[in-house]
């Protein structure tokens, strides 16, 4: 089970004993009406609910505690998502059941129950006003869900649309904080795990809300150079500060003043003269845009570094897989290991489609690094699969694994490995997307 998978349990429980420790467990187990079981089902699947998207919304804040945590910022993005996935499943299961009540009751069908009610005063006021702009938001949050989910529908739009997201799970939040003093949880251990997550939520979404994610970890830099290497990939060299510190391997978050969005790099270069490289391969609308877009003296906000595909790990055989662009962290590596002693055996598998603008780079750092270099040539020798990978480097199950590269040639080496019974914990990789 993958690390995040297991923290997506973790939370999973921890809303399970939040409703285990308040009184609604009790109701519901007692209850012998149909409004008394009705209310129980909504207070579980609300809790599951709001608790999952409290914790999606903690992990996309960027809090360094909490990528450790999660494995990296890759990761978070990965526990987000299935988080957010699950914390809208259980939202919505609730509002249905609200939904449905309701129109039952308009249909006659069912009668409006005697209202159980006890709050008075300011609590009955903010109670009220928790419900204020519910229903509009949830039916935007199921827009923008869907727009997440539908992978069809282009990145931008998926992006400025996520924006509301934070304010939609205000609203939504303070329904949860509120029903709270409707159901007596308040003074209970349920109340209190649920409010700490409602509160630690609300906090990250204001955060999030106001594009304040990261900002212990941002600097202005300037471009001192960029040009194309290659058709369709770009190099650019950013100056940073004395006090920049990073691993080779680690990414960082670049915004040019041209884009709304920062955009994730890794940094390309291992050097001391306090500039940094990038590679950036031209894929979409924002990195088309680039090379006439930017010059030289222009002004470029870096946030990071982030990511754990460092390649510390204690093996003493590591393989490296890289694919097209996602050669760009392992060119950092090779420079870290020219500067100073490569105490491993490292093979690193580099494909490419046709001759690489990296090919000469590589191969003379490799001969410096002391690192084996197998290059594929995918136009020339067919796609990189598993097997050849296997017929290339013999020693794989007793290596750790270091891969960079499309999705779904990571998805051909998970497969590979786990036919083969060799654990994925050697396999490490910094997924290249966040959506
Ligand atoms: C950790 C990491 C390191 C990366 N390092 C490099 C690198 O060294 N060189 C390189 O060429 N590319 C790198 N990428 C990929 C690069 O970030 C995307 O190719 C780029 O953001 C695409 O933007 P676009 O608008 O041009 O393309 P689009 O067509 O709009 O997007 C293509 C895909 O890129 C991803 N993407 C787009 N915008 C963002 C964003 N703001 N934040 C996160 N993901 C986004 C999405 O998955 C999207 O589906 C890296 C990605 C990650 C996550």
């Not at 500039?275 to 030289?296: A, P, Q, R, W």
Request: net charge positive; proline share 3%; aromatic share 14%.
């Amino acid at each position: 089970m993958k690390n995040y998978t297991k923290w997506v349990l973790f939370i999973f429980l921890a809303a399970l004993l939040a409703f285990i420790l308040s009184p609604s467990l009790e109701r519901l187990l007692t209850s012998t009406s149909y409004y008394g079981l009705r209310i129980q089902i909504m207070y579980l699947s609300g809790t599951l609910g709001i608790i999952f998207m409290s914790a999606a919304v903690i992990a996309s804040a960027r809090i360094s505690f909490i990528n450790n945590l999660l494995g990296g910022l890759d990761k978070a993005y990965n526990f987000h998502k299935l988080s957010a996935g699950l914390g809208f499943l259980f939202g919505f299961i609730h509002y249905i059941i609200s939904f449905s009540n309701k129109m039952l009751i308009k249909a006659g069908i069912i009668e409006s129950p005697a209202s159980t009610n006890h709050l008075t005063g300011t609590i009955l006021e903010i109670y009220k006003a928790s419900y204020a702009f519910l229903d509009p938001a949830f039916i935007i949050m199921i827009i923008v869900v869907f727009i997440a989910a539908y992978r069809k529908i282009p990145y931008h739009i998926f992006q400025y649309t996520h924006k509301l997201i934070p304010l939609l799970y205000l609203f939504v939040a303070f329904h949860a904080f509120a029903t709270i003093f409707r159901g007596g949880w308040v003074g209970t251990v349920g109340g209190v795990i649920l409010h700490a997550f409602v509160i630690i939520g609300a906090v990250c979404a204001v955060i999030t809300l106001f594009q304040l994610t990261g900002i212990n970890k941002r600097f202005n830099g300037t471009v001192k150079s960029i040009k194309s290497i290659q058709t369709g990939i770009i190099e650019i060299k950013i100056s940073a500060p004395d006090t920049f510190k990073y691993k080779a391997g680690q990414f960082v978050f670049l915004k040019f003043k041209f884009s709304f969005e920062p955009h994730p790099f890794s940094i390309a270069s291992y050097s001391n003269d306090g500039i940094l490289t990038f590679y950036i391969k031209e894929s979409g609308d924002f990195t088309n845009k680039i090379v006439n877009n930017i010059k030289e003296g222009d002004t470029v906000r870096v946030e990071g570094p982030y990511g754990q595909f460092t390649f510390d790990d204690s093996n003493k055989n590591q393989l490296w897989i890289a694919g097209g662009i996602g050669i760009t962290p392992f060119i950092a590596a090779l420079e870290n290991l020219s500067l100073n002693k490569n105490e491993k055996n490292i093979t690193l598998i580099f494909s490419s489609v046709g001759k690489s603008p990296f090919d000469d780079k590589i191969k003379s750092l490799c001969s410096k690094s002391n690192v084996k270099l197998i290059s594929v040539d995918t136009n020339k020798d067919g796609l990189l699969t598993y097997d050849k990978i296997k017929s290339l480097a013999p020693d794989i199950a007793a290596s750790s694994i270091w891969f960079c590269g499309p999705y779904g040639f990571r998805r051909c080496v998970e497969k590979g490995l786990k036919a083969d019974n060799i654990s994925i914990k050697n396999l490490h990789y910094d997924s290249f997307t966040f959506r």
